[in-house]
């Protein structure tokens, strides 16, 4: 049983042979301030009032009940902390801007590897791959519910998200949050911004500009590459096979024109820009996640506060 813990992947998915449930946390993806000497994330819509503390107490009672939910039902079932490597997607959504990052990590590999040394040593996952194939649906059952009916959300898009209002997820999110319809169409709504946020960042005509004055800058540098992606695609594709040292001078020369070029600048400003339009258009849905997850708080508290490991 693999349940994906981290809020780059807070959304509840299925997979043929495997479990991967991923409880959907209090801030999401990209949009946390990052905690220490990490890179600056950018704001986006969601965390308007919740910060990374706030989310992560929202987290790990999540995972607690979860667990008990879980071991209630006769599965076994470890909390994962909310402490997944950051992706270069998740900390630099348009450029690299930090030259400490860069020096580090490059483009991230390093942080991929981990992740993936993370997933295998994953006790759930073990656990879950040692079950017979009736307890394996089982288990399914229980974490979510029998079926993507009873409770359903609309996307600033228009699509419709479902999923079952039975189960261990939807149990641990109504006891922590209430209302689970509520929180369930506020959630999925704000997660759904940051996507849209970045989508219209980089669709804007002066971020293109931006990326052309970066270009020119990289081409003199010695590096043709017609946009930041292209750059993070090749240092991290298998086929390409980077050395990490030339992982780390390819990033450290994306920085430098980020700057001299004026991108790093303008993709803050446009990111802040199209935020804000965006909290005015959804309002109501991020005012709403706010207001449930302000209440959450006590309850969170009283879930970890009495927990006994047995």
Do not use: I, M
């Given at each position: 049983m693999s349940f994906v813990p981290s809020r780059a992947r807070a959304r509840s998915a299925l997979t043929a042979g495997a479990l991967v449930l991923a409880v959907a946390s209090a801030a999401p993806a990209g949009c946390s301030p990052?905690?220490?000497?990490?890179?600056?994330?950018?704001?986006?819509?969601?965390?308007?009032?919740?910060g990374t503390e706030t989310a992560r107490l929202l987290h790990d009672a999540e995972q607690w009940l979860l667990r008990t939910c879980m071991r209630r039902a006769g599965f076994d079932y470890h909390p994962v902390p909310d402490d997944d490597p950051?992706?270069?997607e998740r900390a630099?959504?348009?450029v690299l801007t930090?030259?400490?990052?860069?020096?580090?990590?490059?483009?991230?590999?390093?942080?991929?590897?981990r992740r993936r040394d993370l997933a295998v040593r994953d006790p759930n996952r073990g656990y879950f791959a040692s079950l017979p194939a009736e307890r394996k649906a089982l288990a399914l059952?229980?974490?979510?519910?029998?079926?993507?009916?009873?409770?359903?959300?609309?996307?600033?898009?228009?699509g419709v998200v479902r999923r079952s209002d039975r189960g261990c997820v939807s149990g641990a999110w109504r006891e922590l949050y209430g209302d689970l319809r509520a929180w369930f169409q506020a959630s999925t709504t704000v997660h759904a911004l940051d996507a849209i946020r970045r989508g219209r960042v980089l669709a804007d005509p002066r971020y293109a500009d931006g990326v052309r004055a970066w270009a020119r800058c990289m081409r003199e540098s010695g590096h043709r590459y017609p946009d930041p992606s292209r750059t993070r695609a090749a240092a991290l594709s298998p086929a390409t096979a980077m050395s990490p040292g030339s992982e780390r001078a390819l990033a450290r020369a994306e920085v430098r024109c980020a700057e001299r070029s004026g991108l790093s600048a303008t993709a803050r400003r446009l990111d802040e820009l199209h935020a804000a339009a965006l909290r005015a258009e959804h309002h109501r849905a991020v005012a709403e996640k706010d207001r449930l997850e302000a209440a959450a708080l006590p309850r969170a508290r009283a879930v970890l506060g009495g927990r006994t490991e047995h």
């Open positions: 990052a905690a220490g000497n990490g890179p600056r994330v950018p704001h986006g819509v969601g965390p308007t009032r919740t950051p992706s270069v630099f959504p348009y930090e030259q400490a990052w860069a020096g580090a990590h490059g483009y991230g590999s390093d942080l991929e590897r059952l229980a974490a979510n519910g029998p079926g993507p009916d009873g409770v359903r959300a609309t996307l600033p898009t228009g």
